[in-house]
């Protein structure tokens, strides 16, 4: 382990003594309701050096809920764009938004420019279009910048093939686990390294990545479960429970969870929450979440970073979700989901000859997911141990292998109706994917997203 922290300490220390720009992070609070909201800055931090790559500033990609762009305030030029989504951006689709006012903290991060820039931020319309919702001026030679060195944390590199600028590079952050522990926290983060570049098409490109870890050691063992009675305060506030969702982690404090990164390079965020309980979240160009120990973390693991990573859809429409059932059909911006039956947006990669849309086992597997989520739901509200809920998802991953893997359509490009948390109107490119079930690798669609977004960042 020395040896490693000596390897990440020299490349950090090399990475902030090259040429090129340092980051520039502007905070701000996102508050509102489901029909109104509003922004206010909370603060400007210069970080290390840009680790992303010199060139490649401006975000062709049309993906995120949200988007941003800095624009040099002499000429209008824009200097740096990005997508993303926000923890704000899926809380305005719960019933709670209808009726109360809700504050979040989010962050952007750019190139630190040379002068003062306007950023602007942007949200997709009812027709995908982008209007603009907010725009404030952004001064690096403000005296209340602040200018301070990032905390004392121990930063090493899990994997490095790289200088962060060539390469993408993701941080994975433990989240309660205690000093004693962090021999456990240095296997898991491994562990997931592992876990992630085992899926294609992370495992074709895991040279274009480097992997860094920092260390937060907790006074408390684990993370908050609230259904369960359990409360910590750890040091970066993940907990179970968003939204009411039991098996949904996210952390709402964005400043803790910025100020532990900005020790290290990084673009992408994982942050592993030490428990055994069944859960995750991943929201695009904002951070994903893995519970450790779980029978299922690596599923979880790959297919919440597809989220962050590559603005994925959730293809899955029977498990029970915090959103409100949406009543209109609009065209996702996400990649791997589409309302048009003879989906467009993949044509160039359907199987030849294929029926669209394409026929698949869909009665049946509903009538076995009715039953299944039925169970699940008894087995939460029993409390019942976390090893009769990975016994039940064994046994609906066995019966959804079987019904996905056969029929007609079976590993074919097409349009098959139910994604989005919603069984009609939303199609997605074949019968089973990562970002569907349990069982399956990423599809054909989501590989090329994930390809797509690689390319975005690495040399």
């Given at each position: 382990m020395?040896c490693?922290?000596?390897l990440a300490?020299a490349?950090?220390?090399a990475?902030?003594?090259?040429?090129g720009?340092?980051?520039?992070?502007?905070?701000y609070?996102h508050?509102?309701?489901a029909?109104?909201e509003?922004f206010a800055?909370?603060?400007v931090?210069?970080e290390g050096?840009?680790?992303g790559?010199?060139d490649?500033w401006?975000d062709e990609?049309n993906?995120?809920?949200?988007?941003?762009q800095v624009l040099?305030?002499g000429t209008?030029?824009?200097?740096?764009s990005r997508?993303?989504?926000?923890i704000?951006?899926?809380?305005e689709?719960?019933?709670e938004?209808?009726t109360?006012?809700r504050?979040?903290?989010?962050?952007?991060r750019?190139?630190?420019?040379?002068?003062?820039?306007?950023?602007?931020?942007k949200?997709r319309g009812p027709?995908?279009?982008?209007r603009?919702v907010w725009s404030?001026?952004?001064?690096?030679?403000d005296p209340?910048?602040d200018?301070?060195?990032?905390p004392?944390v121990?930063v090493?590199a899990?994997?490095?093939n790289?200088a962060?600028?060539?390469k993408?590079d993701?941080?994975?952050?433990?989240?309660?686990?205690t000093?004693a522990?962090?021999e456990k926290?240095h296997?898991d983060a491994?562990?997931m390294?592992e876990?992630?570049f085992?899926?294609?098409?992370?495992k074709?490109h895991r040279q274009?990545?480097?992997?860094?870890a920092?260390?937060t050691?907790?006074?408390?063992?684990?993370v908050a479960r609230?259904?369960?009675?359990?409360f910590?305060?750890?040091?970066?506030r993940a907990a179970y429970?968003?939204f009411?969702?039991?098996?949904?982690v996210?952390?709402f404090?964005?400043k803790?969870l910025?100020?532990?990164a900005s020790?290290?390079?990084?673009?992408?965020?994982?942050?592993?929450v030490?428990?055994?309980?069944y859960?995750g979240?991943?929201?695009?160009n904002?951070f994903a979440?893995?519970?450790?120990?779980?029978?299922?973390?690596p599923?979880?693991?790959v297919?919440?970073?597809?989220h962050?990573?590559?603005?994925?859809?959730?293809e899955?429409?029977?498990s029970?979700?915090a959103?409100g059932?949406?009543?209109?059909?609009?065209?996702p911006?996400?990649?791997n989901?589409?309302?048009?039956?003879r989906?467009?947006?993949w044509?160039?990669l359907?199987?030849?000859?294929?029926?669209?849309?394409?026929i698949?086992?869909?009665?049946?597997y509903?009538?076995m997911e009715q039953?299944?989520q039925?169970?699940r739901?008894?087995?939460r509200?029993?409390?019942r141990p976390?090893?009769?809920?990975?016994a039940?998802f064994?046994e609906e991953?066995?019966?959804?292998?079987?019904l996905?893997?056969s029929?007609?359509?079976?590993?074919?490009?097409?349009?098959f109706e139910?994604?989005m948390?919603?069984?009609?109107?939303y199609f997605?490119?074949?019968?089973?994917c990562m970002m569907?079930g349990r069982?399956a690798?990423?599809?054909?669609?989501c590989?090329r997203a994930?390809?797509?977004?690689?390319r975005m960042?690495?040399?």
């Amino acid at each position: 382990m020395k040896c490693g922290v000596l390897l990440a300490a020299a490349a950090l220390s090399a990475a902030a003594q090259a040429p090129g720009p340092r980051t520039l992070r502007l905070d701000y609070v996102h508050t509102g309701t489901a029909a109104e909201e509003h922004f206010a800055q909370d603060g400007v931090v210069l970080e290390g050096a840009w680790p992303g790559p010199l060139d490649r500033w401006v975000d062709e990609s049309n993906l995120g809920k949200y988007y941003f762009q800095v624009l040099d305030r002499g000429t209008n030029r824009v200097i740096y764009s990005r997508g993303f989504a926000s923890i704000y951006g899926e809380w305005e689709t719960t019933d709670e938004a209808k009726t109360q006012h809700r504050a979040f903290q989010e962050s952007v991060r750019f190139p630190a420019p040379a002068g003062p820039v306007q950023v602007v931020i942007k949200k997709r319309g009812p027709r995908n279009e982008f209007r603009e919702v907010w725009s404030t001026v952004v001064d690096p030679a403000d005296p209340a910048v602040d200018r301070a060195a990032p905390p004392k944390v121990n930063v090493w590199a899990v994997m490095q093939n790289g200088a962060p600028r060539d390469k993408v590079d993701l941080l994975l952050m433990g989240d309660g686990y205690t000093a004693a522990e962090m021999e456990k926290w240095h296997g898991d983060a491994r562990r997931m390294a592992e876990t992630l570049f085992a899926a294609s098409p992370f495992k074709e490109h895991r040279q274009d990545f480097n992997v860094w870890a920092v260390d937060t050691p907790a006074e408390e063992s684990g993370v908050a479960r609230p259904s369960d009675g359990v409360f910590r305060r750890s040091p970066l506030r993940a907990a179970y429970d968003v939204f009411g969702s039991e098996r949904y982690v996210l952390t709402f404090d964005n400043k803790r969870l910025r100020e532990a990164a900005s020790a290290a390079p990084y673009e992408f965020i994982e942050i592993v929450v030490n428990d055994r309980k069944y859960g995750g979240g991943g929201i695009f160009n904002l951070f994903a979440t893995v519970s450790a120990d779980n029978a299922f973390t690596p599923y979880v693991f790959v297919h919440e970073f597809g989220h962050h990573f590559a603005g994925l859809a959730d293809e899955y429409y029977t498990s029970d979700v915090a959103y409100g059932s949406a009543t209109e059909r609009p065209e996702p911006w996400e990649p791997n989901a589409t309302a048009d039956p003879r989906a467009g947006k993949w044509k160039d990669l359907l199987t030849a000859g294929i029926d669209l849309p394409s026929i698949w086992p869909k009665k049946a597997y509903e009538q076995m997911e009715q039953a299944i989520q039925e169970r699940r739901r008894t087995i939460r509200a029993q409390h019942r141990p976390e090893a009769e809920m990975e016994a039940l998802f064994r046994e609906e991953s066995g019966l959804a292998t079987k019904l996905l893997g056969s029929g007609p359509n079976a590993g074919k490009v097409g349009a098959f109706e139910g994604a989005m948390y919603e069984g009609r109107g939303y199609f997605r490119a074949q019968q089973d994917c990562m970002m569907f079930g349990r069982d399956a690798g990423f599809c054909a669609v989501c590989r090329r997203a994930i390809e797509r977004v690689i390319r975005m960042y690495a040399k």
